[in-house]
């Protein structure tokens, strides 16, 4: 099995990477900071561990392209929303302007990676929250819309592929 991690160096990401590392699964590690990536892939059992240095908010054209020839079955979201704690009434910015990366960025990855997982016949997404995704909270606004706009996009592509 192949997995792409999402996230890889934060909490969730490293013991997801360590777990699946142990299980035989070949891994591309994806990040912002090259170094902890390479800390975390020497870190891992087994060999042929790839890394990706992916800032979300950057263009993702290039990071689909590197992970779509790598065609993981599995794909763990447990990258981290950078989002200022701010009330929404507080703002002195259009919440426009940078909400929205983190939806696009798995959008072009669902568009690059889907169809390698539906000739492969077998594709697995899985996405890693907090509890305040589900209930908010003072200064959330933005991670909200994100979380909630994540969910909703998982699960129409789920009913959408669930047959593949």
């Known amino acids: 099995m192949k997995s792409l991690i999402l996230g890889a160096t934060g909490l969730a990401g490293s013991a997801c990477a360590s777990e699946l590392a142990s299980a035989g699964h070949d891994l591309m590690l994806a990040g912002r900071d090259q170094g902890k990536l390479e800390h975390l892939k020497k870190s891992l059992p087994g060999a042929g561990h790839r890394i990706c ?68 016949g077998f594709g697995r997404w899985v996405f890693l ?21 994540l969910v909703s996009m998982s699960r129409s592509i789920a009913l959408e592929e669930g047959g593949h």
């Open 53 to 120: 240095v992916w800032d979300l908010e950057e263009e993702a054209r290039t990071a689909c392209q590197i992970v779509r020839e790598f065609s993981p079955d599995s794909v763990i979201w447990a990258a981290r929303m950078n989002y200022k704690l701010q009330r929404f009434a507080d703002r002195d910015t259009d919440p426009g302007t940078s909400a929205g990366y983190t939806t696009r960025a798995i959008h072009s990855l669902a568009y690059a990676l889907l169809p390698v997982q539906r000739a492969n």
């Open 129 to 149: 929250g907090s509890l305040v995704g589900e209930i908010g909270g003072p200064g959330q606004s933005e991670y909200m819309l994100e979380k909630n706009a």
